[in-house]
């Protein structure tokens, strides 16, 4: 059975970071292409990043670009989500999902992460 | 980017009778293989988005046949057949076919 569970979330102050992790299991980790997908609170779902299954390719949203880095650890199944100078607007349920060829196949439970003072 | 604009935003729907969501994408969803990588994600309350169909007709695994996707161009349809209690929550259609990655605004399906 496919899982992915994230962690790391939580409160931080603006300008701050967080890493967010996301192990998965029940597949061959490195085969696959890792994105991570966020949720404001009662909003819509929009994309992050992504990283193919050997880590030699990252794609960022423009609205990360610069603060957020995508990574990966095929040796612990673990996909990171660094994210530094936080802001308000980074408040969101951030979900990890595995790619399968043009399409997000499987979701993790989601981890909260608040940036508040 | 990508824009995929979904109608109606709400569907008050009977039991047992169909529904259908609309999602017109802003430009072609032909990937550079050729494919057109036009996914529905089902989010029941509290929990996150699941997998319901994938490049615009094929059923994921475990999903009921009552989910049924069609379209070609630039409009897609997502139907349910006979709506049941637990379809009840937000229908996202996503596009993979072209960076970023974007989703439509999500429709919410509640029972009449």
């Known amino acids: 059975e496919v899982q992915l569970l994230e962690s790391g979330g939580g409160l931080v102050q603006p300008g701050g970071s967080l890493r967010l992790s996301c192990i998965g299991s029940?597949?061959?980790?490195?085969?696959?292409?890792m994105n991570w997908v966020r949720q404001a609170p009662g909003k819509g779902l929009e994309w992050v990043s992504v990283?193919?299954?050997?880590?030699?390719?990252?794609k960022d949203a423009d609205s990360v670009k610069g603060r957020f880095t995508i990574s990966r650890d095929n040796s612990k199944n673990t996909v990171y989500l660094q994210m530094n100078s936080l802001r308000a607007e980074d408040t969101a349920i951030y979900y990890c999902?595995?790619?399968?060829?043009?399409?997000?196949?499987?979701w993790g439970q989601g981890a909260l992460v608040t940036v508040s003072s | 980017d990508v824009v995929l604009t979904q109608t109606p935003l709400s569907s008050p729907v009977t039991l047992g009778q169909p529904a259908s969501i609309s999602c017109k994408s802003s430009?072609?969803?032909?990937?550079?293989?050729?494919?057109?990588?036009l996914s529905w994600l089902q989010q029941r309350p509290g929990q996150p988005p699941r997998l319901l169909i994938y490049k615009i007709s094929d059923r994921f695994s475990g999903v009921p046949d009552r989910f049924s996707g069609s379209g070609a161009g630039t409009d897609f349809t997502l139907r349910i057949s006979r709506v049941e209690a637990e379809d009840v929550g937000v229908y996202y259609c996503t596009q993979a076919s072209h960076f970023p990655y974007t989703f439509g605004q999500g429709t919410k399906l509640e029972i009449k």
């Open positions: 029940g597949f061959t980790f490195g085969t696959y292409a």
């Open positions: 990283i193919t299954g050997g880590g030699g390719f990252t």
């Open positions: 430009q072609s969803l032909v990937n550079t293989d050729g494919n057109i990588y």
């Open positions: 999902a595995r790619e399968t060829p043009g399409t997000l196949d499987y």
